[in-house]
């Protein structure tokens, strides 16, 4: 099967500058390929946040989520990447981010 082309919002973007981490960062682009490769692997939300999938990674004893959507077009489905952070706090962010 092939991989899903991707767009990365701004605020996936600048939370992996951030990571200094070269283990963790290599693990949300692993992620991301996986679900390049099968959007389904991720968790469908509800509610407000209907329409939005999460991925979870854990490493080093810590949580981390990446948020994505499939949007679909007329020459075929692409990924949207939205954000990735830590799961403290992390739908609340994700939904103030979708409203703007």
Do not use: W
Not at 6 to 34: G, H, M, T
Not at 48 to 72: M, P, W
């Amino acid at each position: 099967m092939r991989m899903l082309p991707v767009i990365y919002f701004p605020a996936f973007e600048s939370y992996i500058k951030k990571i200094k981490d070269k283990v963790l960062k290599e693990k949300i682009r692993n992620a991301v390929d996986e679900i390049r490769e099968n959007p389904n692997v991720g968790e469908a939300k509800k509610g407000d946040l209907s329409g939005i999938f999460c991925y979870d990674i854990y490493y080093q004893k810590t949580n981390y989520e990446i948020a994505y959507r499939v949007a679909h077009q007329e020459d075929g489905s692409i990924l949207v990447v939205i954000m990735a952070g830590t799961r403290e706090n992390f739908y609340e962010v994700l939904k103030r981010y979708m409203k703007d």
